[in-house]
């Protein structure tokens, strides 16, 4: 190029800068995403599920499960409400968060008494959360819940 700007004129008839257009775009796509990224106020901020607005039948929480949808030995993962509820032995249910503490990935598989990460292979005990195998270094953080008769909610 010999000395030529990249400009465009404007209806007032001043010349802007592609460069000025360009930053001008990244900023407002920049707010919108940010924008996107905000909060949501129907759950806290650590992600947990909203409390029970007695929709469930008035119990402390939202119903996750049946007590029969929890194998003895195993578990189910979850997702939305970011937690794992397993059942060590007959009758005795535990919560924890199902965020693996290695590297923040969900949890996946709960079967004879460990709940195991799919993304490294960390493995922790279903009875506390600990670890039992690594990369993890920290225990699953505990969750709270309820059983009543048959439900399990969140507490």
Known sequence: MTG???TAPTATGRTVARRTVVAAAGAVGLGAALVACGSDDSADSVGQAPAD???NGGGQ???LAKTADIPEGGG???EA???VVTQPSAGQFKA???EC???GCAVGSIANGTITCPCHGSQFDASDGSVKKGPATKPLGAASITVEG???KLA
Do not use: L, R, Y
């Open 4 to 6: 030529t700007q990249d």
């Open 53 to 55: 607005d007695g929709a």
């Open 61 to 63: 929480g939202a119903v």
């Open 76 to 78: 189910k993962v979850f």
């Open 81 to 83: 409400e970011g937690v």
């Open 96 to 98: 924890f968060s199902s």
């Open 101 to 103: 503490t290695h590297s």
């Open 150 to 152: 048959d439900e399990i």
